[in-house]
């Protein structure tokens, strides 16, 4: 439903730190591809393994929960308890299974870190960053909240475009016409065919 997200995670996992400055949200973002790109990407392993270890970074690192509640948005409020564990469930395997299918796609991939700035949230900062990618330089801001001494991504916005209202656009549009139970049936399809549509999608890119 959604490769922007893929996109996002793409550019969130595959490059190489050129600057860090000694801020504690971007060394905590830089800390994380590192380990990804050491742990994941470039070592010899099974692609199985590459995924499983890739889920335990994004589950440590990423506020799955809060993203699910916030492309939900009024539609969070109404559901039950299970349906929003199935639904943050079932997002989290999406976006886990269409990245994994784009591993091969690390070729080093340059990052550039700029500066920290207040966002609108308790405890929230954007980390403004550039990733170089086929020669352009497109712009990366990374949302995080540090809580209890921890901090975890809330938002990605690459180019001006939020993962997070992307998503809420678009499944708030789904749910119009449909029901949290449809929705997560589709987060399910779209995990277990993520292969096929990555795929599809690279061949589509060559032609």
Same mark, same amino acid.
């Given at each position: 439903?959604?490769?922007?997200?893929?996109?996002?995670?793409?550019?969130?996992?595959?490059?190489?730190?050129?600057?860090?400055?000694?801020?504690?949200?971007?060394?905590?973002?830089?800390?994380?591809?590192?380990?990804?790109?050491?742990?994941?990407?470039? =070592?010899?392993?099974?692609?199985?393994?590459?995924?499983?270890?890739?889920?335990?970074?994004?589950?440590?690192?990423?506020?799955?929960?809060?993203?699910?509640?916030?492309?939900?948005?009024?539609?969070?409020?109404?559901?039950?308890?299970?349906?929003?564990?199935?639904?943050?469930?079932?997002?989290?395997?999406?976006?886990?299974?269409?990245?994994?299918?784009?591993?091969?796609?690390?070729?080093?991939?340059? =990052?550039?870190?700029?500066?920290?700035?207040?966002?609108?949230?308790?405890?929230? =900062?954007?980390?403004?960053?550039?990733?170089?990618?086929?020669?352009?330089?497109?712009?990366?801001?990374?949302?995080?909240?540090?809580?209890?001494?921890?901090?975890?991504?809330?938002?990605?916005?690459?180019?001006?475009?939020?993962?997070?209202?992307?998503?809420?656009?678009?499944?708030?549009?789904?749910?119009?016409?449909?029901?949290?139970?449809?929705?997560?049936?589709?987060?399910?399809?779209?995990?277990?065919?993520?292969?096929?549509?990555?795929?599809?999608?690279?061949?589509?890119?060559?032609?």
């Amino acid at each position: 439903m959604k490769k922007i997200f893929v996109l996002i995670l793409t550019f969130f996992c595959f490059t190489h730190i050129a600057m860090a400055q000694e801020k504690s949200a971007t060394t905590f973002v830089n800390t994380l591809i590192n380990n990804i790109i050491e742990n994941v990407l470039t =070592v010899n392993i099974s692609k199985e393994e590459k995924t499983k270890r890739f889920e335990e970074y994004i589950s440590d690192a990423v506020d799955t929960q809060a993203i699910a509640k916030a492309v939900l948005a009024q539609y969070w409020r109404t559901i039950s308890p299970k349906e929003k564990d199935d639904f943050v469930d079932a997002f989290k395997e999406m976006a886990i299974k269409m990245t994994a299918e784009r591993f091969d796609m690390y070729n080093g991939q340059e =990052v550039k870190f700029f500066s920290e700035r207040p966002a609108q949230g308790k405890n929230q =900062v954007f980390v403004d960053s550039t990733v170089n990618h086929d020669s352009k330089d497109i712009q990366v801001v990374w949302r995080v909240r540090e809580k209890d001494g921890k901090y975890q991504i809330l938002d990605i916005i690459i180019e001006g475009v939020s993962m997070t209202l992307n998503y809420r656009n678009e499944y708030t549009a789904f749910l119009q016409n449909h029901t949290i139970q449809d929705l997560i049936a589709e987060l399910k399809k779209q995990a277990e065919n993520a292969a096929d549509t990555v795929a599809k999608k690279k061949e589509e890119k060559k032609n």
